[in-house]
């Protein structure tokens, strides 16, 4: 049974640093990357990496956020810094299988940063 845990969510000042990290268990996903939702918005990209390490960006974070993953551990990490108040919202980790065509969400985790 696939189960993605995150962690690592909270209030951060703007210019702050945080650090969000989701573990999957169950199999090696295509794909993982991290989506963020605020009020009356679409869950958007964020960030997302596959297996072989490749990764995209939304525009909105290019150059303060990174993404990262330990296939070994079966982990992706999302380095956030120069946070903004435009990042505040739900995030969400998420692990594609392009074999099996699923998608699997974790439960998310709020990221606010006060200005």
């Known amino acids: 049974q696939v189960q993605l845990v995150e962690s690592g969510g909270g209030l951060v000042q703007a210019g702050g640093s945080l650090r969000l990290s989701c573990a999957a268990s169950?199999?090696?996903?295509?794909?993982m990357g991290w989506y963020r939702q605020t009020p009356g918005k679409q869950r958007e990209l964020v960030a997302a990496?596959?297996?072989?390490?490749?990764?995209n960006y939304a525009d909105s974070v290019k150059g303060r956020f990174t993404i990262s993953r330990d296939n070994a551990k079966n982990t992706v990490t999302l380095q956030m810094n120069g946070l903004k108040a435009e990042d505040t919202g739900v995030y969400y980790c998420?692990?594609?299988?392009?074999?099996?065509?699923?998608?699997?969400w974790g439960q998310g985790t709020q990221v606010t940063v006060s200005s």
């Open positions: 998420k692990a594609v299988d392009y074999i099996r065509r699923l998608d699997y």
């Open positions: 169950g199999q090696l996903f295509s794909m």
């Open positions: 990496i596959t297996r072989i390490g490749t990764s």
